[in-house]
């Protein structure tokens, strides 16, 4: 409901618990979602740290899916920095994640964000490629948000490489969509 300050003291009191009975998966929890209200809180720092740190606890349990979770709020901030590498970096160990667990959702949202990152980044050839990859993903997918990113991402792409009017047929394709009104 958007009331990170409240969330971190609430948070904050099941970390304590967790640590105190022990629980590994819960202090994991507690940490990403500390990470995840800090950055929504402008703490980017803290954000990163805690991020990484629930990653790093995810990964020691096994616990491929909250990993993936992790990986993408820490991407988020390297993102709110302006640090693109790491971001891309991020994403790209997010998008090997949902691939080995055969989970297409987080695939497609791993590799949607890794696109608009690679594209902030200037790197076009890893937006395309990425763009590419969503293609086939999405053929068989149903989600009009999605597609609609993917254009989006093609509008930028086209932007940047000064075809100008292919950016703009895109760009209205977004805009007109009733998905995009949402």
Not at 48 to 61: E, M
Request: aromatic content about 6%; charged content about 25%; overall charge negative.
């Amino acid at each position: 409901q958007e009331h990170f300050d409240e969330a971190v003291d609430w948070i904050t009191t099941g970390y304590r618990v967790a640590v105190e009975i022990h629980d590994d998966n819960l202090i994991q929890s507690a940490l990403g979602n500390l990470g995840w209200a800090y950055f929504k809180l402008g703490d980017l720092d803290r954000a990163l740290d805690l991020s990484l740190d629930a990653q790093s606890r995810a990964q020691k349990l096994g616990n491929t899916r909250v990993q993936v979770n992790w990986l993408t709020t820490a991407a988020n901030v390297y993102e709110a920095k302006q640090d693109w590498m790491r971001a891309i970096s991020s994403y790209k160990a997010a998008a090997v994640l949902a691939t080995s667990m055969n989970n297409k959702d987080r695939l497609i949202n791993a590799l949607e964000d890794l696109a608009q990152t690679s594209i902030d980044a200037g790197d076009l050839d890893g937006a395309q490629a990425c763009v590419r990859q969503l293609g086939s993903l999405l053929n068989q997918a149903e989600d009009r948000l999605d597609i609609l990113d993917v254009n989006f991402a093609r509008a930028r792409i086209a932007l940047a490489q000064n075809r100008s009017k292919e950016a703009e047929r895109l760009f209205q394709l977004v805009d007109h969509d009733p998905a995009s009104q949402i």
